[in-house]
């Protein structure tokens, strides 16, 4: 039983094949990248993960559970987060709240005791926010907690796309181009993060890349897609050198 | 049998009248995504015109109608300049307020200039019938079906044939990239609310033999236009003929067939179980973000 | 200028952040007390409505500016909370209090008979029922977004007012129900007493407690990230369904509550009081107090129920005193008087009211969209950065269309 398993799934949109039978495994504690051509497919799969996509065929499996019909709502709950590549934060809130947003999943009060806001409320609110500040510090984003969001620049609204997956507490984080749009310095931060990730926080990663120096820096194990379909699959160094995938994407 | 017929033509030219309101509010949604609450009112104000240029000024039925359209065109130009320009890009809900204001607007003004009474134009429809058997079927609304036929399939290929018509398409989709390509954005948004002015004057000016031109007039049928545009899917020409159609047949049937009460319910329900099966309406796109 | 220093996690939670607010919002309660003892019965009365409206504003702040969902059909909630409370006290159920009340059924086999249910008096019913329905309401409301949504809120309103009307059992139709004074655990409250007055702030008081507790907790972060990108809050791991269905819900109880209260000071209910057009009013509450806070839904109800007192104002008093001040001003008497005979045509010239509202909902958009509230906002700015304040701080951006469609 591995810790993450996509088996033989399929993603059709009518005659367009997006993902054509993708088989992978994720182990525990590793940082998995998937790269590719743009349009390869690769953001549909972490769709399909996020269970935003039904899949045409095949299924996902994260431990022992199949979660290819789950609603996409049981995904967080169950220690799956992602990042969006185009920025899915709430525009008109605070970093803050976004960031508390993230906690949601680990919500126990219910409705009328938020009504009258009793002690149980007001300390898993202390809680919630205890544990965004770890992230907070983590990330460096003290300077922004009360900005609102529609105000803060490119490579912080990243940062805090990363803090806000981070909250949830996730066993398995999908991150979806975490440098696009970033410089060489906020890529640095990014790749350094990235391994804090796996080391400190014990945090399996599933990442799509495009930029193969932080790719060669920080993966395990990488995957190449083309067209929606599987080019090769093995240790950076192995998938670099293969020929399909010199061809398709990488050049000589 | 006959009755049923009468019925149908009855229902499909309130049904005409009620689609060529909804016309008016899709093309404002096509080109700059802004929901006008307002364009039963200018429904109104156009028969309003027209009674001004008909009955007050004399010019007759032929050169009235034409220069109440034409009026209400540039009026409609007015409305665009003064009131959506500056707020466009705003969330929708504002906007659509902000024409709800317009239409209170509209109609008290209204009924300040002209009064609160019923108002008749002379009319070359009033009193004509064609006879086909034993069917009767009257002038009046005859013209409301022959003249809409003939505006929808006219914007209908304007805007998806000429580049006009892309353009404006464009600029509902996204208007900084559309003044980016080149797009003259503004004249456009200028000429697309004149167009639907005019289109609801003419709905305005076709309508005065059948129910009278007073100031409640607009509400009372703007209110019953918007299940029909929604109901053929707001953003689709075709669409809002057909649901204007629809929703004036059924509500025309209701009205014979169904105890009182039902005819003003009706097109509502009817409304609701489609929105319950289809959310887009009957002709809309389904459109999902790519994430 | 003033900068808060803070040391523990608790001062965000906290509903008064610090002791001038407190200090601020005492004394308002304090004048708001006061009040009746002060002004004029019809002023008091006038008062009374501001607070209803606020009740209402606030509900549909936590709907629509909140969690995003337009509504345009609060009204018809409002006639359910009212048209309950009047058929409850049909069946002798007081306002507050507890016991048992029978409802006359004539169910298909079982023939005639009675439902016996408890209750903690009709105000809570009222409330409830009008929460249920407003959760029903929700479920076919989950896959409209927009302008849909909107269409589908007022033929939601459309057609209960026309139950209203044709359910003669239950609600008298257009003939109306009468609706008697006020009795709560054995004390009688007539609506034109200052008690009445009291109950209705409380009531307003007491909804907005709650609602600022639910905004700062998971359920309210969960309507804000819900308005704001519902594929986000899909990934973390909101329930969209089943918190649209409780926003809604919520808003249709508060809105219900109000509707008894409604009920009551009208004394007299009928289905055509409960039109689009109120629906518009509650918009318009929330819209001119500036949907960014629940000071506009208070800010905005003021203003609504004012306009009326001020047209008021406007038809018999300006007139006259336009003359006066031409006078005045030396422009000769003649003058004066076709001044204030033009003025009087005007100002009594049916449908002034609705071009004044017109008006003023187009010139609150076009120059104040943050409301009110923004404007009261940009004021305490103002004052906070003194001398230091930037006049473009507010400066609106030129905004471009955006299509919605895609969320």
Not at chain 1, 109 to 131: D, G, M, N, S
Not at chain 1, 145 to 157: D, M, N
Not at chain 2, 222 to 237: D, E, N, Q, R, T
Not at chain 3, 355 to 374: D, H, K, S, T
Request: net charge positive.
């Amino acid at each position: 039983m591995s810790f993450f398993r996509v088996d033989g799934v399929s993603l059709q949109f009518g005659g367009l094949k997006a993902v054509d039978n993708v088989s992978f495994a994720v182990n525990e504690g590793e940082i998995f990248t998937i790269i590719g051509p743009n349009g390869a497919g690769k953001t549909s799969i972490f769709n399909l993960i996020s269970r935003l996509y039904d899949p045409s065929a095949g299924h996902l499996y994260f431990g022992d559970r199949d979660i290819t019909a789950l609603p996409a709502h049981t995904i967080a709950k169950m220690g799956i987060a992602r990042t969006f590549q185009n920025i899915e934060l709430f525009e008109n809130a605070t970093l803050l709240a976004n960031l508390l947003v993230g906690r949601h999943c680990h919500t126990r009060t219910r409705l009328w005791q938020e009504l009258l806001f009793l002690p149980t409320v007001k300390r898993a609110e202390r809680q919630h926010r205890a544990k965004v500040e770890e992230v907070i510090d983590l990330l460096e984003l003290q300077a922004y907690r009360e900005k609102i969001i529609s105000g803060l620049p490119y490579g912080v609204r990243k940062v805090t796309e990363l803090a806000r997956a981070l909250c949830s507490e996730p066993k398995l984080i999908l991150l979806d181009e975490p440098s696009s749009g970033l410089n060489v310095e906020e890529t640095d931060d990014m790749s350094f993060w990235i391994r804090d990730i796996k080391n400190e926080l014990g945090i399996t990663v599933l990442m799509v890349e495009h930029d193969m120096t932080l790719v060669n820096r920080v993966s395990d194990r990488v995957l190449a897609l083309n067209y929606g379909r599987v080019l090769a699959s093995g240790t950076p160094a192995e998938v670099q050198s293969h020929p399909d995938v010199i061809a398709a994407y990488l050049g000589t | 049998m006959l009755d049923f017929i009468q019925q149908l033509v009855s229902g499909i030219a309130l049904g005409c009248v009620y689609g060529l309101i909804a016309l008016g509010f899709v093309l404002i949604y096509k080109a700059t995504e802004v929901v006008n609450f307002a364009q039963g009112d200018l429904m109104m104000l156009g028969g309003f015109f027209a009674y001004t240029f008909i009955s007050l000024l004399g010019l007759g039925y032929w050169w009235g109608f034409l220069l109440a359209v034409l009026s209400m065109g540039l009026f409609g130009m007015l409305i665009e300049r003064l009131l959506v320009r500056p707020i466009l890009g705003y969330p929708q809900f504002a906007i659509v307020m902000a024409t709800i204001g317009l239409g209170y607007f509209l109609r008290s003004a209204a009924g300040m200039i002209w009064g609160t009474d019923d108002l008749k134009i002379d009319n070359p429809f009033a009193s004509g019938v064609i006879r086909i058997g034993n069917l009767v079927l009257a002038h009046d609304k005859l013209s409301v079906i022959v003249a809409t036929l003939i505006l929808c399939a006219t914007l209908y290929l304007f805007f998806n044939q000429t580049r006009l018509g892309t353009a404006m398409r464009a600029t509902s989709e996204n208007m900084l990239a559309a003044y980016y390509m080149g797009i003259p954005v503004k004249r456009v948004v200028s000429l697309i609310w004149a167009i639907s002015a005019m289109v609801a004057a003419c709905a305005g000016v076709l309508l005065a033999p059948i129910t009278f031109i007073h100031t409640n007039v607009g509400l009372a049928l703007g209110l019953k236009a918007f299940p029909a545009a929604v109901l053929g899917g707001f953003g689709s020409i075709p669409g809002a003929l057909a649901g204007g159609v629809i929703i004036g047949v059924i509500e025309t049937m209701a009205g014979f067939y169904l105890p009182a009460g039902w005819k003003d319910v009706a097109p509502y329900l009817v409304l609701l179980g489609v929105l319950l099966l289809r959310p887009e309406g009957l002709f809309g796109m389904v459109a999902r973000k790519k994430v | 200028m003033q900068f808060f220093f803070k040391t523990t996690y608790d001062q965000d939670l906290r509903l008064i952040q610090h002791r001038g607010q407190l200090i601020a919002y005492l004394l308002l309660l304090g004048a708001l007390a006061a009040a009746p003892l002060l002004l004029s019965s019809y002023l008091q009365s006038q008062f009374v409505f501001v607070f209803i409206y606020a009740i209402v504003g606030v509900a549909l702040m936590i709907l629509t500016g909140f969690t995003g969902q337009g509504s345009l059909g609060h009204a018809a909630f409002l006639a359910i909370g009212a048209y309950t409370t009047a058929y409850l006290q049909s069946k002798g159920v007081p306002f507050a209090g507890a016991g048992l009340f029978a409802l006359d059924l004539n169910l298909p086999w079982l023939g005639p008979g009675k439902l016996w249910l408890p209750h903690l008096g009709y105000f809570l019913w009222a409330g409830l029922l009008t929460g249920i329905i407003g959760a029903i309401v929700g479920f076919p409301a989950l896959r409209l977004h927009g302008i849909y949504l909107l269409i589908a809120t007022i033929s939601f309103a459309f057609i209960v007012e026309e139950i209203l009307a044709r359910w003669e059992s239950v609600t008298h139709g257009n003939e109306g129900l009468r609706v008697r004074a006020l009795q709560a655990w054995g004390v009688e409250i007539p609506t034109n007493q200052v008690s009445f007055y009291y109950l209705c702030l409380a009531v307003l008081v007491l909804v907005i407690i709650g609602t600022l507790n639910l905004m700062r907790s998971p359920t309210g972060r969960a309507f804000i990230a819900i308005r704001d990108s519902e594929t986000a809050a899909k990934s973390m791991g909101i329930d969209i369904a089943a918190y649209k269905v409780k926003s809604f819900a919520i808003s249709a109880a508060i809105t219900g509550l109000a509707g008894s209260l409604y009920a009551h000071k009208l004394s007299f209910i009928s289905p055509e009081m409960f039109t689009l057009l109120l629906s518009i009013e509650f918009v318009m509450v929330i819209i001119i107090g500036g949907a960014i806070g629940l000071h506009g839904a208070v800010l905005g109800a003021i203003f609504i129920v004012m306009v009326d007192p001020l047209l008021t104002w406007v038809k018999d008093d300006v007139p006259s005193l336009a003359a006066g001040i031409a006078n005045v001003l030396g422009l000769g008497a003649g003058r004066a008087q076709a001044l204030e005979q033009s003025l009087n045509s005007i100002a009594s010239a049916a449908g002034l009211k609705g071009a004044i509202y017109g008006v003023i909902i187009m010139l609150f958009i076009l120059f104040e969209p943050m409301g009110l509230y923004g404007r009261w906002l940009k004021i305490k700015l103002f004052f906070q950065l003194f001398p230091l304040y930037k006049r473009a701080s507010f400066k609106r951006q030129k905004t471009y269309v955006k299509t919605e469609r895609n969320r």
